[in-house]
């Protein structure tokens, strides 16, 4: 922490983008709801994508909670969805992406 000359306290942290590891997540339909669970460690938020059934990853959203649900309504339909994630430190996206996890609607965790 230093002290600026208009006396206010500026706050900098530095993070090793090299030694990022790939964000960790589980895509779990619960009581009928797609969840996105992830451990917050020491991270602003996850950059979360989906990729839903036409091949392309498209963005979703930023979750700075560690549990995101996904709120599309195709919950009736049979489908295959896959995710993938990477960490944010403030704005900006870093790190790799993680492992594409895949979801296929009849495999309920509920």
Known sequence: MTYTASGNYEFKMTMDIANLTKPEFKALIIDG???????????????IWVDRGNG?????AVDTIGKYVDICQSYLENFIW???????????????????VIVKSWERDD
Request: net charge neutral; charged share 25%; no cysteine.
């Open 33 to 47: 709801k797609l969840q996105i669970e992830w451990a917050y460690i020491d991270f602003y938020a996850l950059e």
């Open 56 to 60: 392309n990853f498209s963005f979703l």
């Open 82 to 100: 896959r995710y993938k994630a990477r960490y944010k430190w403030d704005i900006v996206s870093t790190g790799p992406w993680s492992d594409v």
